[in-house]
Structure formats: C-alpha cells, structure tokens
C-alpha cells in the first residue's frame, strides 16, 4: 500500500491527472471536504477529456469552515455528472473526508488521505495519502464501505446531503452564507494571517518550505487499458516537474477599473510600470531596478512589458464557465497595455463582454487568479472595497504619477 507524501514524494494532483487520462477508468468519485477553483481547475482539462470518453463523474463536497467557495461549485456543477453537497447544522460535526476513486470493469484505484480539491491540497501542502489498487470483481468487497456512503450521501432522503440540481441552488447557497465568493476568502484569509503574524513573536521558529504548482502541461499518450489490476510494489508516484518556471501558487492581482476604456466598457488598462505606494516587490518577478518603481499589470499577465508588438490571448473563467479569447495587446494611440474582456463560453450562452456592455465591471476592483500563464479566473469587488485591499495587499502602486492614475496590486 504506497504512502504518498506531499510534496516530497510527488504531488496527487500530478498523479490525478495521470490516472484520470491516461488509464482506461470509466467512473470517477470524489469526496472532498473543500473545494477552490485553485485544484478544481487545474484539473479541469483532464476531467473535461473524461468526460468526453464517456467517464462518469460524481463528488460529495464539504462547505464547512469557509473551504469551499462559490466558484469551485459553479465548475463542478459543470464538470460533474452528479454533484451533492454535504453539511451537517450541529456545528461540532465538519464533513471532513477526502477519497479519489477511479473505476472500471476490472480494476480500482483509490487515494485516501488528506488533499482536499485545492491547489494547496492536491499540490504544495504537507499533504499524506494512502494509494491502493483493487482486482474487479475479485476484490470488490474491499470497497463495500465506500460503496456504503457513496449510497448514504446520493439518498434523497438523507438530510444532511443535497444534489446540486441546477445553479439557482449554488446561488441559493451563496444567499444564505454557506458558502462565499472566492475573492472574499481570500481577503478574510489575508486579514486573519495578519493578526496572526502581528501576535508572532519576531524571531522565527521555523523555515519555509518552497514548492510551487507546476504549469499544466498536456501530453497525448494512449490510454492504458486493464486485464487486472497492477501490482503496487513498484508503482513510482514521484512525478518529475516541468522545466519551465511555475506559476506562484495562487497568485493574484488586483485592477482599479473605474469608468473602463472603450465602447463596450470591457476594457481594462494595464501599465508596462507602476508606482509603488506601499509594500514591496523584492524577489518577485515584477521587482524593477528602480526600487521604488514595479513592473505594470501586464507583467502579471506573463508579457514583457517593452515587447509592445506582441498580443497574447488568454482564457478567463468567469462566474463558473470559460471565455475565449479575451486579449491583451499594446495601444500605440494611448502608449498602454489593455486586456479586452471578450471571448465565447462553449455553451453558446453570452460572451464576456456582454457583462461589460451592462456596466457588471465598471467602478469595480477586477482581481485575477493566475491557474496557467494563459488561464486565469476573474472576480469582482465593489470599489468600495478600494482601501480595504490596498490594507491587505503585499504590494500595490499606481499605473502613472497623476492624480487620475488607477491602483493595482498583488495579494
């Protein structure tokens, strides 16, 4: 039975993502007491390729304690063929479990540990995991008590599950504070890791341990197919990284987007350099030799800021779907960087600046989470939240030195 422990032994979303594609499963469940867009979609493409190979997806979602995010839901609901969420009103009982389990005819795999459905969980926590194959039908029976609470949790009758039948329900959740939007999270988080540290005493006890998400690389191989079950003594679960540098983990940027550029009020100025106000970029990729000075917005966005010839075309994931391409490219006429928030969702349901046209991110704070350089997911704060994320921002500046010049910032 391997132990995998994260991330020194690997990382259980790299071997996730090798299982989910690369081997002949035909179901896939997941039970996982959180859930944020940080794992959800860096699995996303390979859940999507399941899926389309006919897998069949289920997952019993846990929303206690602030770990599961509205958004995280929304792209499940989309992803899963069954989603159900779990909670129990006494607040001593937290639905805490987390089980993968891949299926076919002829054989399991299952990883039972620790790693909820996040980045920190699947990727960069100190995580530990149980990983175990089983022979079908032969050693079916070993399974029986999963079986046993997959049958309790998808029970109409039992009160503390719910099957998310459309998204009104998600929202349903969101109206009634089960659950919040990510960007609140995060800012929630940000304010309690403050007090946390201003109550730590100045010299540090402990180091810190550096891993990053890797960079989603897709490979087509050929599916493995199944006789039986493999043997697990020499299963290898250290998976190499890519070479490339990876994304930070979780990094997020803020915009001040006020009245917005053009027509359609879809479009969001960047800056090739910025004034720092506050905070620091020291060691980061947007440190700039002048120490008072950082790199712009489109530094974020994985462009060199000088390279004005080049336009890049990024997906956003917005309110749970994706829209392509929306893109960033140079404006000669006004010396800038801008992103054009546009782009098609594959439902054939409105584009992206639809919500633009109706003034959604006009006089809105636009924050953007980096899944891949070309993958982001966007969310919105209302500007009068302006001086409260400047406060828990590890560095913001301004996009010029005159008074109508808009914030920006990391988180």
């Known amino acids: 039975m391997p132990i995998l422990n994260q991330p020194f032994q690997g990382q259980l979303g790299n071997v996730l993502i090798d299982k989910i594609e690369n081997y ?36 019993f979602i846990g929303i206690d304690l602030d770990g599961t995010s509205y958004e995280a839901l929304l792209n499940l609901f989309s992803l899963c063929d069954e989603l159900y969420v779990i909670h129990s009103e ?34 960069t926590n100190f995580e530990s995991t149980s990983i175990q194959e089983y022979s079908l039908p032969t050693q079916k029976s070993e399974l029986d008590n999963i079986y046993s609470i997959i049958n309790k949790y998808s029970d109409d009758s039992y009160i503390c599950s719910t099957k998310i039948e459309s998204i009104n329900d998600i929202n349903t959740l969101l109206d009634s504070n089960y659950i919040n939007k990510e960007v609140s999270q995060k800012i929630t988080t940000i304010k309690k ?11 540090h006890l402990f180091g810190s341990e550096k891993v990053s998400i890797p960079i989603s690389i897709t490979k087509e191989r050929p599916r493995k197919l199944f006789s039986k079950a493999k043997t697990t003594t020499d299963v290898d679960f250290i998976v190499d990284l890519p070479t490339t540098t990876p994304a930070f983990t979780n990094e997020q940027f803020w915009f001040e987007m006020r009245k917005s550029t053009g027509g359609s009020r ?10 720092i106000v506050e905070g620091s970029v020291m060691g980061t990729p947007y440190e700039y ?17 000088e390279d004005t010839t080049r336009e890049k075309d990024i997906t956003i994931n917005y309110l749970g779907k994706d ?9 000669p006429n006004n010396g800038s960087w801008r992103i054009q928030l546009k782009g098609k969702p594959t439902d054939g349901t409105d584009e992206l600046s639809k919500f633009g046209n109706r003034g959604d991110f006009v006089f809105k704070i636009l924050v953007f989470e980096k899944i891949t350089p070309d993958y982001y997911v966007l969310s919105l704060l209302d500007n009068s939240e ?6 828990l921002s590890r560095v913001w500046g301004k996009n010029g030195s005159g008074a109508a010049s808009k914030a920006y910032g990391m988180l």
Request: aromatic share 12%; with cysteine; proline share 2%.
């Open 24 to 59: 002949d499963y035909s179901s896939l469940t997941i039970f996982s007491a959180f859930a944020k867009n940080s794992g959800v979609l860096r699995l996303k493409s390979s859940l999507e390729k399941f899926k389309k190979s006919t897998g069949h997806i289920k997952a």
């Open 386 to 391: 302006l001086d409260n994320i400047k406060s």
């Open 193 to 203: 890791r403050t007090i946390e540290k201003a109550n730590q005493k100045k010299n």
């Open 323 to 331: 829209y392509f391409p929306s893109t960033i490219k140079f404006a």
């Open 266 to 275: 879809n479009i969001l100025d960047l800056s090739k350099l910025g004034q």
């Open 90 to 123: 006494n607040i001593s009982t937290t639905y805490h479990s987390k089980i993968y389990l891949l299926e076919n005819a002829t054989c399991a795999w299952c990883a039972i540990g620790s790693n909820n459905l996040t980045g920190g969980g699947l990727w």
């Open 289 to 305: 030799t002048d120490p008072h000075r950082m790199y712009g917005g489109v530094k974020f966005f994985e462009i060199d800021p």
